[in-house]
């Protein structure tokens, strides 16, 4: 085997781990995305911590991942699908820490729901929660298998995710208006649908990173129709 064959061999092999610790982040984040889903269901009180730990561990491979990046760039200069690629997972990865923590909002906001009055069962929280789950699940999906078809579809349903976030948002406030008693309860709710909603619009970003991968053209920013506005716009967690 040549020099030119080994150094090859070598940056594929480095490629090959580069995906398989953002693959290992994927899974986390999205468990620890349905662990704070459904302790806001349960009104689970007990998840946080998990959910934190998890968190950690996230944090700990986005650095991994941003440092083999780093390294890949610096030492081997690579060109067109495989710069693409090296890009493309960098960024996956900083959009998974960022939903990493925006599950974390989640879970404490439901450790704080569980001290609060019940609140009539809300289809539409259910609905967007379902939603946001699978959006996040199909855009990695779409990272794996290089599938723009799927990417460009979690790209579409991003509005639905809008719209329920709104519809919830006016049931909320209705219920505050009617029941002082309930104001507690429901601006939990509003903090969770602002962060399901964030975790929506950074599938949408992967989803379009997708895109970038495999066809080397950006529909971000309204391109193709599709206008994605920026998912750390306003603030959405509180204490």
């Not at 940056?11 to 662990?35: I, K, N, P, Y």
């Not at 960022?98 to 929280?125: M, W, Y």
Request: charged share 30%; aromatic share 2%.
């Amino acid at each position: 085997m040549s020099m030119e064959q080994r150094v090859r061999r070598h940056f594929h092999d480095e490629l090959e781990v580069l995906q398989q610790r953002l693959l290992e982040m994927a899974g986390m984040v999205e468990e620890s995305v349905a662990w704070a889903a459904q302790a806001v269901l349960d009104r689970d009180a007990s998840v946080a911590p998990r959910v934190k730990a998890t968190d950690i561990k996230v944090d700990a491979l986005e650095v991994e991942i941003d440092e083999r990046v780093v390294e890949l760039l610096a030492l081997q200069q690579p060109m067109a699908k495989d710069l693409r690629r090296i890009i493309t997972t960098n960024k996956v990865s900083n959009d998974l820490e960022r939903v990493g923590d925006h599950a974390v909002n989640i879970s404490k906001a439901a450790r704080r729901l569980s001290e609060t009055q019940p609140l009539p069962e809300l289809r539409e929280l259910a609905e967007m929660i379902t939603i946001t789950r699978e959006m996040l699940a199909d855009s990695l999906a779409a990272y794996v298998s290089q599938n723009t078809g799927t990417a460009r579809m979690v790209c579409v349903t991003d509005d639905k995710v809008d719209d329920l976030r709104r519809s919830l948002f006016r049931i909320l406030v209705t219920f505050m208006l009617e029941d002082p008693k309930r104001i507690s309860g429901a601006l939990e709710l509003l903090l969770v649908s602002q962060n399901l909603e964030r975790i929506a619009d950074l599938a949408t970003n992967i989803a379009e990173d997708v895109v970038f991968l495999v066809e080397g053209e950006s529909i971000k920013h309204g391109a193709q129709g599709h206008l994605v506005r920026d998912p750390d716009e306003g603030p959405v967690e509180s204490d």
